[in-house]
Nanobody, 116 residues
């Protein structure tokens, strides 16, 4: 089992920045990929960014050049640096990890609100 806890969300004006953190605990040795997803009101949850155990990253087109995902070597933290935030970035942001055994784990989410 892996437990994930997000932090760092909040209210920010358009053009501002936030840094989300996700702390992993439990069977961290089993973690492969980690990532951030978001869900806006009335919309489906969507992938924002992922990072593999090798450090390869992937971003949804709408955040490329503005968001940066990173993780520490111990796989105990994954971060999402969000710059040049837009009102359409408003959502609940979730941390997710996948294990080598095929399981997926989610955090409880953190609210990000960008005012215009």
């Amino acid at each position: 089992q892996v437990q994930l806890v997000e932090s760092g969300g909040g209210l920010v004006q358009a053009g501002g920045s936030l840094r989300l953190s996700c702390a992993a605990s439990g069977s961290i040795f089993s973690i492969n990929d980690m990532g951030w997803y978001r869900q806006a009101p009335g919309k489906q949850r969507e992938l924002v960014a992922t990072i593999t155990s090798a450090g390869n990253t992937n971003y949804v087109d709408s955040v490329k050049g503005r968001f940066t995902i990173s993780r520490n070597n111990a796989k105990t933290f994954v971060y999402l640096q969000m710059n040049s935030l837009k009102p359409e970035d408003t959502a609940v942001y979730y941390c997710k990890c996948s294990s080598r055994y095929g399981s997926n784990y989610w955090g409880q989410g953190t609210q990000v609100t960008v005012s215009s």
